[in-house]
């Protein structure tokens, strides 16, 4: 009947792990902070409660309790500590005792409720963990125990996962993924292959669901996960669990190399996204601090070392890990840190410029992720989006950017509203201020039309278009970019944006441009939006602080913006801000004859505080088809507690537009010691095609997408 | 004619950290660190720039430069590198020509101006550090250099500072111990030793001015420094520095013993300031972030380590220093550390709690610091000023307290209103809104009076009172607390502060109870007002957010307070907020029939975008006399990237006044498994006096300042 083998783990495997206990190697210290985790928690008495509120005691006592029997199940087996062992089979006995027991939960939402969670999401991680615990210590339990925990918890689970919900289980979908692989790895564990069968190749065995439907449909062909990095990296968990068990279990499917390594693809994918120190973007309705600390990515990046190979990123991450995943693919991940650690010191992570392509065939647009290093080797990091909604969870923000640097995000993401987990905050779900505010365009750092989100905020619609990539172009070290268009976003407006970081000599870190053009039949009003953190320095305009304050609009997010202050700037604005240890000047511009500056901060509407009180400056202007041009210079250096200050100023003086029309957009950027002439195209054209546009009698000529000039300008000495 | 020894070294000495050069104790570290920073800074060409502006290149130039002298002097003896000397050597001849050509500055603030910079304090740092890398490299040049760079640089300046400056010399000011110490370094220097005679005695010799003198007045007889810890530190350094060189140069002083040791002492008070991260509360407007790291603080715990003993507390403190002073004294502070960590594993400082008293002779008040620890080792700090005006510094929030725990401020000092050193905001000067806000009462945790600032903000009445101690109490380990009172602050009104930490076993951390009792004659308006940072979780009382927000008040800093939002709780009320990883509960009453809870953020009236976006909440309420009382318990845990929340409500569930008369305070605190009655004496008598109070037909009886009796409750399960 049962299996009493591991499922994860062979004998030899686990000798291997065995002489890494007491290492300073990096599975070395990752069994010792699972020994002290683990010990901490069996230090508490077993305690199996009934239904409580999501994020509440209940909720995460079910979670503690499956996390440390999974725990406790691998390291009975590497220390050969019967303690652990008997952990594990006395939480099994008091969850047999008592699941059954337990009634549904009351639904609260659309997600079916389990028996001992809300929603049978968390269920299903209930399962897939303890199933692989019982594995481990199945061998040193009884018959009969054995028989009552399977009867009295693993196999109703499985019914009520593949019978009573089964119209969920073959649902294609982030969650989807947790329900095949806890169903496959729980029958695999008491010996029911017929549930392996169905979590692989769907109930009704037809390709319609189960795992390989799941990981052939979810990503798109770059390995992009449409709802973005945060709720990528929760899938991606027990997608490589899963991986993992049927390339033991099941090695005809050849899983590692199913559909072109779609599993290597795909973790490759996400840890592509992330920025420099780790943490990912929070790109779609996410949680701004998730990163590649996350267990998940753990998993993960142990996983890819062990199949797809080692390299000095992957290395470089695992060193921010500071962890590999407890298993014999971590162990290839510890050991090839080992061996680099031994030549040369590994650094931090310097991952490749990359467009990941989005939809079923990659033609829904892309997701840009530009890095470049500065002569100190600090890395900056341009996002921008041009793909498609990220259903449900979209955010409406198609050609929103995101800038990080110097360990710090500069130009940011709001994140979601949500404090996960935090049970007197709605339980810890989505506020109503996600909606309200968080997914609104104007949270963004984009450009608002008309005070309206773009698309509406009707899901539907924005489901349906997506952004056009124009290029993207990282081939030089002076200069790397990429522009798109979005067309479909706003009633009668095209929009294409186009960003770069260029190195110059003269400036301490790559300046970012960014030429937002909006081709418009009537006017409109437009908003750009800078999100920043920190302290206002100095600008060169004034403005009119308000001695009362209201909202900046009435709608879209602009009821949640408290309009601070506003100023007209003659020319160029200027704005500059202090975040933390560094300077940032904005310069901004547009074809436009006047433009305000308001200075904004979030809090407005929000009676029960759940915003972050966060400040930003939105410069906004009137016209129909019109350039809007800005850079952001990072410079300087403060440090408040050794009272320390250089260059507080930045070296750049001006942008302005020279001009713009259907084939291309100019403008001029004057720095200390050049000037910059930026000719982008503004048509989708070939990488070769020739470009000439003339300005003020003067014509321009380049190849290409576009094309940078920079002439040295005198200096006044 | 001219000494050509190193004024603080001997070659014994220099062969005993020339040992340590390339290992990896803390000396070891040092050097290490400081070649690192000499060699990055040799790299620049060598540049003696003219007047510029605080906080500008100019400014910057001549600090690095100095600075640089005095780590290349010392590391030309210790690494026997000719390359260290000449930079010395070089940097001096590009002074000697320039430097009497440079006219002084313009005078913009009350302050002397120097040559090279805007105020002579700076002028009084470079000629200390520049006379100290002299000495080291003097003996390797010339004749004609050495009479060149004497006549030229430190003649004059010495002439500036004790003839044209003469009516400075001799004030008794933080900054006249750098006026005498580099006097007297540089009269060692060049071989006058009048002018170390000066430095010590005074122009006049008569006990009025010099070294002696000020170490004398400057400090309390518990060496507090009426300014503040952040003006201390700041001070610290040459009295530490002058100290080291009159015990070699005069050792008939017997300087380390002068006074009844009040070096010692004075260094010891400053460092028992400190919260356990080593950042020092920011008393009297000051940086938040100073902290035990600064330069003058590591001479300071070294030279102390030296001439009074080390022990663990010094210990941890150079480990978070992570440095020692690069100096035989800073060299016996190694050895201790290298020993003791051979034995034992040396954790974070655990400071004694302290009281320290104000005033030349101890009676004019005093500052109190509590500090407990926790079951996990984690100390929380409460500090309470009850002392006097900090002379031009002084804040006026007598009776303010503030409150650290877990690695963080949590009842928060706002700290000065300046950016110190940064050009762009009134070139690093104080700023308008350090009067208008930092400054005032309603900026600290303290009661402010009908809308006013504590002595009308004026400085001559405030100099003229101060606190008064009523209690200071630490010996048990379930409660401390100290007492106070100021009741020449307000006209026509008497207050008095009572505050305690109380370890409960159910409780994560002690229990911060505050009882504040006004007496007055007429009815007041009572602003009880707590700085907290973070997100507000909860409430159990409705308030009204507003739509449109306006100023809480006109004045005294209430013109800074945008009113977010109010409401009236019904009895006793509570406001939770998390603040980083850690949940915080507030739960306050009065003695009043009603009360109102406004929630405010500062930077209203701010149109340089000067202050910090901060929040607050103040329990607002009107009485004759008055008690107010609160609570704060510390409790949980949230991690917003691992996405866990524990224990986010706590467990305490109130608080209310019994009563308070004359004698006593009786308050009644429920916790889920306890009732705490809380009495505390409202009068200044002996510690066994004994006390009866009764109230609503219970009588209190008690001996000595206060008592807690604890009762256990039924649990309900």
Redesign the interface.
């Known amino acids: 009947m049962t299996t009493t083998t591991p499922i994860l783990l062979t004998h030899a495997e686990i000798a291997d792990l065995r002489k890494e206990f007491g290492r300073t190697s990096l599975m070395g210290k990752t069994i010792d902070a699972h020994i002290n985790e683990l010990q901490d928690f069996m230090r508490l008495p077993i305690d199996v409660p009934g239904h409580g509120e999501a994020?509440g005691?209940e909720h995460?006592r079910h979670k503690q309790n499956y996390t440390f029997m999974n725990l406790a199940g691998r390291l009975f087996l590497i220390t050969e500590q019967q303690q652990y062992a008997d952990f594990v089979i006395a939480l099994l006995e008091e969850y047999a005792d008592k699941y059954l027991t337990f009634d549904f939960h009351v639904q609260k939402n659309t997600n079916p409720t389990g028996r001992l969670f809300h929603q049978i999401l968390n269920e299903h991680c209930w399962l897939l963990y303890t199933s692989l615990a019982y594995s481990c210590v199945a061998a040193v339990m009884s018959d009969a125990q054995r028989t009552r925990i399977e009867s009295r918890i693993f196999e109703p689970m499985l019914e009520m996962f593949t019978v009573k919900y089964a119209h969920d289980f073959d649902r294609i979908h982030n969650h989807g993924i947790w329900a095949v692989a806890a169903v496959g790895i729980c029958g695999l564990a008491i010996g029911k292959r017929e549930y392996l069968d169905m979590a692989v190749y769907g109930i009704d065995r037809n390709d319609s669901g189960g795992f390989l439907a799941q990981i052939s449909q979810l990503f798109a062909p770059s390995g992009y996960y449409m709802e973005g990095p945060y709720y990528h990296r929760y899938a991606i968990r027990p997608t490589c669990l899963f991986a993992e068990v049927l390339q033991r279990h099941m090695p005809e499917v050849d899983i590692y190399n199913y559909k072109s390594k779609v599993i290597g693809n795909t973790v490759n994918a996400l840890l592509s996204t992330a920025y420099p120190n780790g943490q990912f973007p929070a790109l779609n309705d996410a949680?701004?601090?998730?990163?590649i600390?996350?267990m998940g990515v753990q998993v993960a990046v142990s996983v890819y070392s062990k199949h797809y190979g080692v390299d000095d990123n992957l290395l470089g991450m695992a060193k921010i890990q500071n962890r590999v995943w407890m298993h014999p693919c971590g162990l290839v991940l510890s050991r090839a840190l080992e061996k680099a650690e031994e030549k040369a010191v590994i650094g931090m992570p310097f991952w490749p410029s990359v467009e990941l392509n989005e939809g079923p065939d990659g033609t829904h647009g892309a997701q840009g992720f530009i890095r470049m290093q500065d002569k100190k080797g600090d890395v900056s990091q341009l996002v921008m989006n041009y793909g498609q909604h990220g259903m449900g969870h979209g955010n409406f923000d198609t050609l929103g950017i995101s800038f990080f640097n110097r360990g710090q995000e500069v130009l940011r993401e709001y994140g979601f509203a949500r404090?996960?987990?935090?049970?007197?905050?709605f339980g810890?779900r989505y506020l109503d201020e996600n909606k309200s505010y968080a997914r609104q365009t104007i949270a963004h750092n984009a450009v608002t039309v008309d005070e309206k989100c773009q698309n509406d905020f009707n899901v539907s619609r924005a489901d349906s278009v997506h952004g056009l990539p124009h290029f993207f172009s990282v081939q030089s070290d002076v200069i790397s970019g990429m522009s798109a268009f979005a067309n479909q976003h706003y009633d009668g407006l095209s929009m294409q944006r186009s960003v770069f970081m260029l190195a110059l000599d003269e400036l301490e870190s790559p300046l970012l441009i960014d030429l937002y053009r909006l081709v418009g039949e009537d006017e409109h009003q437009y908003d750009y939006s800078h999100q920043y953190e920190g302290?206002?320095?100095?600008t060169n305009f004034d403005y009119q602080?308000h001695?009362?304050?209201?909202?900046l609009g009435t709608d879209n997010g602009y009821q949640h913006l408290?309009n601070?202050?506003s100023g007209k700037p003659t020319d160029t604005g200027l704005v500059?801000w202090?975040q933390n240890n560094t300077y940032y000047t904005w310069l901004g511009t547009s074809s436009n004859d006047s433009c305000e500056v308001y200075?904004t901060?979030t809090?407005?509407?929000?009676?029960?505080?759940n915003l972050?009180?966060e400040?930003a400056f939105i410069y906004r202007t009137h016209g129909k088809t019109s350039l809007l041009a800005s850079v952001v210079e990072t410079h300087g250096y403060?440090n408040?507690?050794?009272?320390?200050?250089?260059n507080?100023?930045g070296k750049v003086s001006n942008i302005k537009v020279i001009g713009h029309n259907e084939s291309a957009s100019v403008v001029e950027i004057t720095t200390a010691d050049s000037i910059v002439t930026l000719m982008v195209s503004n048509q989708v054209t070939a990488q070769t095609s020739e470009h000439s546009v003339t300005f003020n009698q003067k014509t321009y000529q380049f190849n290409g997408h576009y094309a940078v000039e920079i002439t040295a300008v005198k200096q006044e000495k």
Chains 1, 2 share one sequence.
Do not use: C, H
Not at 535 to 538: K, L, M, N, S
Not at 640 to 646: N, R, T
């Open positions: 994020g005691y995460n949680s701004r601090t998730m990163s600390t996350d404090w996960v987990n935090v049970e007197p905050k810890g302290q206002i320095i100095r602080s001695q009362e304050v209201s909202t408290w601070l202050a500059s202090l200075f901060r809090g407005a509407n929000d009676p029960s505080f972050r009180s400040p403060f408040e507690e050794f009272e320390q200050s250089v507080a100023r």
